[in-house]
């Protein structure tokens, strides 16, 4: 009986049973906060997938939808839809991908139509660009937590995919 506990026939030390406890609850601890916000940056890139959706309908009424601009505006939304399903495995790097697809297009915005059209539409722009720029800096840390809580037998939301 030294300091052993028997647990499902798997022996473990005391010390090691609360240290493990501890880390699970500290790994715990971070998802509950990380988690959030790595949600609401793919929520906030699903979200400007769909705008530019419906930016694509809506310009391609007013050119009768000639080909080339369904076809631009076509490639914007499956690039986005592509850094939206990217976020799930490698949240880091959709993020940042979102970011400056969003950004680049902004700048073509600035550069094609001029001062009128570049403040058009920039608020919900910079709103989605700060979620997804909270859940780009929370990126690195929700994977590495998650896996944390994966090695101890926990799964949780996102844990299947990281």
Request: hydrophobic share 50%; with cysteine; net charge negative.
């Amino acid at each position: 009986m030294n300091d052993d506990i028997l647990d499902d026939g798997i022996v473990f030390q005391k010390e090691a049973s609360i240290e493990n406890a501890k880390e699970i609850l500290r790994l715990k601890g971070e998802y509950a906060d990380l988690h959030p916000k790595v949600k609401h940056g793919r929520t906030a890139i699903w979200w400007m997938t769909g705008l530019f959706f419906l930016g694509m309908l809506v310009e391609g009424y007013q050119f009768n939808f000639e080909a080339i601009v369904m076809g631009i505006n076509f490639a914007i939304v499956i690039l986005m839809a592509g850094t939206g399903y990217l976020s799930y495995r490698k949240p880091f790097l959709g993020f940042l991908l979102g970011l400056c697809v969003i950004a680049g297009i902004q700048v073509l915005i600035v550069v094609g139509g001029g001062g009128i059209d570049a403040i058009r539409g920039i608020l919900p722009r910079l709103i989605i660009m700060y979620f997804i720029f909270n859940g780009l800096m929370a990126a690195n840390d929700y994977v590495s937590t998650v896996r944390g809580l994966k090695a101890h037998g926990i799964n949780v939301e996102g844990s299947d995919l990281v």
